[in-house]
């Protein structure tokens, strides 16, 4: 699956076989995989505590799947991540100007 090696990297389910994603994928659909991971990616990272047996976790999550009220969508949580970035950005590029500004001094203005 293409977007395995990216969603896996550095998560708790990096020890889930392809078989089992793909058993996983047919059994519930794509789109409840993902939700369902992300929601147990999430969670992890809010309570990093072993999980024994990631694929269970993860099928038992897609069959009753609820959605935490905390929960924000991926998608959403890229916008502000991009948004914050953005920001960044501009707020280095001020000081980029500012010191420019400061470097050339009171005559450049005629």
Request: proline residues 5%; contains cysteine; charged residues 25%.
């Amino acid at each position: 699956m293409y977007w395995l090696s990216d969603f896996t990297a550095n998560s708790i389910f990096i020890n889930i076989s392809n078989k089992e994603l793909h058993a996983l994928e047919k059994r519930h659909g794509l789109e409840c995989l993902l939700q369902a991971a992300d929601i147990a990616a999430e969670t992890w990272r809010r309570n990093p505590e072993e999980r024994h047996n990631p694929g269970g976790y993860l099928n038992t999550l897609c069959s009753s799947l609820l959605v935490p009220k905390w929960y924000v969508p991926f998608s959403e949580r890229k916008k502000a991540a991009d948004r914050s970035h953005h920001r960044k950005k501009i707020v280095e590029a001020g000081c980029i100007v500012k010191a420019a500004w400061r470097g050339i001094g009171q005559n450049w203005w005629p």
